[in-house]
């Protein structure tokens, strides 16, 4: 069974118990403005160009058979209409300037290299978090991976928007242990101008989730001027109260741009949408009305 | 006797502490000259009399005549010089270095010392004297041009031995508390009526028993004069509370430590008299409390029992002792200096651990040492703790909480590793589990053990450098090393890692007698038998502990560098013998030319598989550097009766070391610092800390007796929350599951210590972790500073 991965990320701490791998499936049907991981958005694999690695050796020009790299006013122009991301301008970029995001690759694979941290897992309650992207876009190889952790003993999570069919998540229900899931917003409308999809399917299959008695922990990410406003938070929460266990983990993810470099990475012609930044007042604030409704605020996850 | 002074109300911001410490940051380092003037009066009218007499009575002299200061709000006394972070000179050790220095102490960039015109003129008169008679002349006097030329190798570093007293040593200060120096006075005559009636001929060992019975005195009345002081200064205080303390002080200097301690504060004060006078006695570094919460509790808990002692006062004492271990700084000088920067003095203190009977150790006291260490945040004691698998979880958390609290204390060291190790050192099991930590990370019996932890360090990336250069040195042509054959030439990888090998087992076998001739000089001319009357068994055998007198005895150079050499094989095993990308003959002379014009081939080289990330192909080739190395020491046998036994770890000797090293096939520049300890080179880890972690765990441990060193950084917002700890606990466990040896941490970020650079007299408290000790950030020189920023950081975002 094979999937699209961009990233294994080891010792994770933040999603989920205990020391982590987090594994990155590629594809989502969501397109958050503020979203921190362009390079996840796309099924297919991209071409990655990283200025700051580049040292304009010329290399990756002389290899390309499309014609796709100029070298222009000290900086690689790639035409991504001609590249045909045969990879050997990657092979000829030494200093890693140059990376291919995505790979095709077997569970086995994946499980080798989430394996190595096994003795972390051990002593901190740990194991394998699978993010995205939308990871349940990649269902059959999303269950197989989640099978195949399960089998090592290993603690499973997964980070998702929530955004499927709700017969996908049903087929991973045995085999997660925690569901780490978005709430954006509950405001339809504000939701679709967003994130480009309706938040409907997202609140149902959450409700969903929360009836099966599986251990859920919505994750809000705090972004100003979309959700950060007392009301707007507070139309979440209340929402939530009526579902969710008083005592339950709220996840609040603050906004941030560390993001922004990879939207030039990839060349994405949808740039980030800059909000402002968020500062502490919004952070406490936030804190203070999830307790308001008996939850517990974990900010930044843990 | 009144023991116990009444609780007062403390203001916060107010406590004793607060106050002693902002009094501690004011002191600036400097030079002073009465050590000077009083021992070189001493020795020149001791001239003609057997050394161990003459160092006898002129530590006497000192302890009669130094002054002797008790300062504000202070509860434990002692001094080894006239004013905190002073620095005394020990011109029977080395003085050249500071003559040709004098003038430039103030203005060097490496930890500068303030140095009064009158002290640079009374030093410059007593200097002469000590012409041909310092350890330093004694030992150049025995050197050939041949020993010139092996030190001009770089591939051999040495500086303690040669400059410095020995130091490094866990004395029995648990004995001088309980039976107090009356006992061991006692245990001395015993010895000598029966030597004098059985072998009155043994001239050395009566020698050795007299010097030691006067040292006994002296250290007696030392403590007696400050008693007087505290007195004196009864009379002319008028605050009442202050009275009373002054009181209690001089009580308590006039039982102890010739007496058995009987109260809690008695056996602080008692330990840090005789702490002082080792530092007095000889300026070697890292003279190590040892097992502190091991053996004070007993004193501890009668005193809470007996309704004598209350928690906080305990807790104020041990505060007040802490700021007494950072008024003690050493001075080197410039060239050695970037060695071990900061001043450090390697008090290491140890908490925790294996009782000798195996159970756990860890009591109340373990903590409160631990909550003193966080609140003051000073740069000694260097405090470390044992883990083992049964360690209560409480007391992993709490350390792991000190540790996330910045100052890069506690260090941790792993009794499942070390125990063993010292076992196969033919050290006996209940001794093992009683084993303590010297100066940074180098492993010892309190009481029981001369290690000469830091005779040495050798080089290992330079030895790679003549294996792959048929001896010659890469930056100065001069053949240096042995002839292991042209490297062109080679046709396996193998025939690499036997030249390294080769040039590996010269050097070691020249370091040896190298060695050896500088204990002996140490023997001789400046034997410790203060430090003596400590350690078991040199009152039974007779014997100075520099002779051979400790139990156990061992000689332990450092080697370092072992991730430039594991990356610059796995480089070479790739690139040229089995990928087959580049010529031996392309290689060599892109690193005779620096990689310049050979930018290409330098990025290659740097892609090559890299210690740090948990790839067992380069992973095994570092285990086999470190073994080899270990192998290598390990054969050989000092003066003492002792073996030679390795460790791996640099102070901070690897930057200073890297600007002797030509470019090397990691793709490392020349002159770069090498990397730190067993820690992997900056910027070739990759996969983060549990990558890093299970790759150095593959190393030998065990077989590091003198200790491994891991550098750690990780960024505050890794490890925040009471989740954060957990993870923090779970990453030393497992590291120490998977067979590791040591872990330090640096948890602070990148942005804060760029700030300190640019403020740093708003940072003038910030300490850090710098290799086996901590130290004050702003006082570090420039390019250790940046070396410190740019260890990888763990979970920035
Ligand atoms: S090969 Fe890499 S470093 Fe060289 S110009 Fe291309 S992108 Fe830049
Ligand atoms: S991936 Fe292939 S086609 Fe695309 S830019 Fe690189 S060399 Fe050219």
């Known amino acids: 069974m094979k999937g699209i991965i961009f990233n294994i990320q080891r010792f994770a701490v933040h999603d989920g118990p205990g020391i982590r791998t987090l594994v990155f499936l590629k594809g989502c049907p969501l397109h958050c403005h503020w979203c921190c991981n362009p390079e996840g958005q796309k099924s297919e694999i991209e071409l990655s160009y990283v200025i700051n690695h580049c040292r304009l050796c010329g290399r990756c020009e002389a290899v390309c058979d499309q014609g796709a790299i100029n070298i222009i006013e000290k900086r690689v122009l790639i035409r991504r209409d001609l590249c045909d991301l045969c990879g050997n301008c990657v092979e000829n970029c030494l200093s890693g300037a140059l990376k291919i995001v995505g790979k095709q690759v077997d569970v086995e694979t994946v499980l080798d290299e989430v394996k190595r941290d096994e003795p972390f897992y051990r002593y901190s309650g740990g194991g394998l978090t699978v993010s995205g992207g939308e990871p349940t876009l990649q269902n059959n190889f999303l269950v197989e991976l989640l099978k195949g952790a399960h089998q090592e003993g290993f603690n499973t999570a997964i980070e998702t928007s929530g955004f499927c069919k709700w017969e996908n998540i049903e087929s991973i229900l045995n085999i997660v242990d925690h569901f780490l899931f978005d709430v954006k917003h509950v405001s339809d409308e504000k939701h679709k101008m967003f994130t480009g999809v309706s938040n409907k399917i997202v609140l149902e299959n959450l409700l969903r989730l929360i009836h099966k008695g599986v251990n859920v922990i919505v994750r809000v990410p705090l972004i100003p001027s979309f959700n950060c406003d007392e009301d707007d938070l507070r139309k979440i929460m209340s929402f939530l109260s009526e579902f969710l266990k008083k005592g339950s983990q709220i996840h609040l993810l603050p906004y941030h741009r560390f993001g922004l470099p990879k939207y030039d990475h990839i060349g994405d012609d949808n740039k980030m949408v800059l909000f402002e930044k968020i500062n502490k007042s919004h952070i406490e604030r936030a804190t203070q009305i999830v307790n308001e409704f008996n939850f517990i605020a974990n900010v930044g996850g843990s | 006797m009144s023991t116990v002074l009444e609780e007062q109300e403390v203001i916060p911001g107010e406590e004793r502490w607060v106050k002693l410490k902002a009094r501690l940051l004011a002191a600036k380092p400097e030079l002073e000259s009465e050590r000077a003037r009083i021992i070189t009066q001493s020795y020149k009218e001791t001239e003609g009399e057997p050394y161990v007499i003459r160092r006898a009575k002129a530590l006497r002299a000192l302890l009669e005549q130094m002054t002797v200061l008790i300062g504000e709000d202070e509860l434990i ?266 001043f450090p003095m390697g008090q290491n203190l140890i908490l925790g651990g294996q009782t000798p009977d195996g159970s756990d150790a860890t009591n109340e006291l373990s903590y409160l040492c631990l909550e003193v260490t966080e609140r003051l945040s000073l740069p ?391 290799a086996g000790y901590s130290a004050f950030f702003t006082e570090l020189y420039r390019e250790l500073q940046e070396d410190i920023i740019s260890r990888t950081e763990h979970g920035e975002v």
């Open chain 2, 77 to 342: 006394v002692a001094n080894r010089s006239k004013k905190p972070r002073a620095v005394p000179v020990f011109p029977e050790m080395s003085y050249d270095w500071i003559e040709k220095e004098l003038d430039s102490f103030e203005t060097r960039p490496v930890d500068p010392f303030i140095t009064p015109e009158s002290v640079k003129h009374e030093l410059r008169e007593i200097f002469p004297y000590w012409k041909g008679k310092t350890v330093y002349d004694k030992i150049v006097s025995q050197f050939t041009p041949f020993h010139w030329h092996l030190l001009g190798s770089n591939v051999l570093w040495i500086d303690n031995n040669m400059y410095n007293g020995m130091g490094h040593i866990l004395p029995d200060f648990p004995k001088i508390i309980k039976q107090g120096f009356k006992g061991i006075r006692d245990e001395i005559l015993n010895k000598l009526e029966y030597l004098l009636i059985n072998e009155p001929k043994n001239r050395a060992k009566i020698d050795f028993y007299n010097a030691a019975l006067i040292v006994i005195e002296a250290a007696v009345s030392f403590s007696k004069r400050y008693s007087k002081e505290a007195r004196r200064l009864v009379s002319i205080t008028s605050d009442e509370v202050r009275k009373d303390e002054l009181e209690l002080i001089a009580q308590i200097c006039e039982w102890v430590p010739e007496n058995p301690a009987r109260t809690f504060h008695e056996a602080c004060q008692s330990y840090w008299i005789a702490h002082s006078i080792c530092f007095i006695e000889s300026d070697g570094m890292s003279i190590s409390p040892g097992r502190f919460d091991q053996y004070m509790y007993p004193f501890y808990e009668k005193d809470i029992r007996e309704g004598k002692l209350s928690k906080k006062r305990a807790i104020e004492l041990l505060e007040c002792l802490w700021i007494k271990f950072s008024e003690l700084v050493e001075m080197f000088q410039e060239e050695w200096a970037y060695t071990a920067s900061g």
């Open chain 2, 380 to 770: 000694q004691p260097n405090v470390s703790v044992r883990l083992h698998r049964w360690s209560p979880k409480e007391f992993v958390f709490r350390a792991c909480e000190t540790s996330r609290h910045g100052n890069g204390m506690p260090e941790f060291f792993n009794d499942e590793i070390i125990i063993p190790g010292l076992m196969n050192r033919g050290i006996p099991l209940q001794d093992a589990r009683d084993y303590a930590v010297v100066g940074c990370v180098e492993i010892g019996i309190p009481g029981r053990t001369e290690a000469n932890s830091n005779p040495a360090y050798v080089n290992l990336a330079k030895i790679l450098e003549l294996a792959t250069n048929n001896g010659v040195c890469r930056l100065t042509g001069e053949k240096v090393g042995i002839d292991t054959g042209d490297p062109r030439h080679f046709e396996t990888f193998e025939e690499v890692t036997e030249a390294y090998c080769k040039q590996q087992e010269y050097f070691v076998r020249q370091l040896i007698p190298l060695c050896n001739l500088m204990e002996r000089v140490h023997t001789e001319f400046v034997p410790t038998p203060f430090l003596s009357t400590m350690i078991s068994d040199c009152i039974e055998k007779g014997l100075d502990v520099l002779d051979g007198g400790a139990r156990f005895n061992f000689t332990s150079p450092q080697g370092v560098g072992i991730a430039n050499v594991a990356d610059s094989l796995s480089a070479i095993k790739k690139m040229v013998f089995e990928d087959q990308k580049v010529s031996m003959d392309c290689l060599l002379q892109a690193l005779d030319e620096n990689f310049l014009g050979h930018e290409d081939l330098q990025y290659m080289l740097k892609n090559c598989p890299k210690y740090g990330n948990d790839e067992d192909y380069v992973d095994q080739i570092a285990r086999n550097v470190g073994r080899w190395y270990c192998l290598e020491i390990e054969k050989y046998r000092n003066p003492r009766g002792g073996i030679f036994q390795p460790g791996l770890y640099p102070v901070s000797v690897n930057v200073p070391l890297g600007k002797t090293v030509g470019a090397t096939p990691d793709g490392r520049k020349a002159k770069i610092p090498l990397a730190d300890g067993v820690s992997p080179s900056h910027e070739s880890e990759k996969r983060g800390p549990t990558a890093v972690f299970k790759s150095v765990a593959k190393l030998d441990h065990i077989l590091v007796t003198n200790g491994t060193l891991l550098n750690m950084k990780f960024h505050p917002r890794a490890l925040d929350g009471r989740n954060g700890l957990l993870k923090f606990a779970a990453l030393i466990n497992t590291y120490f599951g998977l067979g590791g040896l040591h872990v330090q941490f640096n948890v602070i970020s990148a942005e804060t210590l760029r700030e300190a650079q640019i403020h740093p007299e708003l940072y003038r408290s910030l300490v850090v972790r710098v």
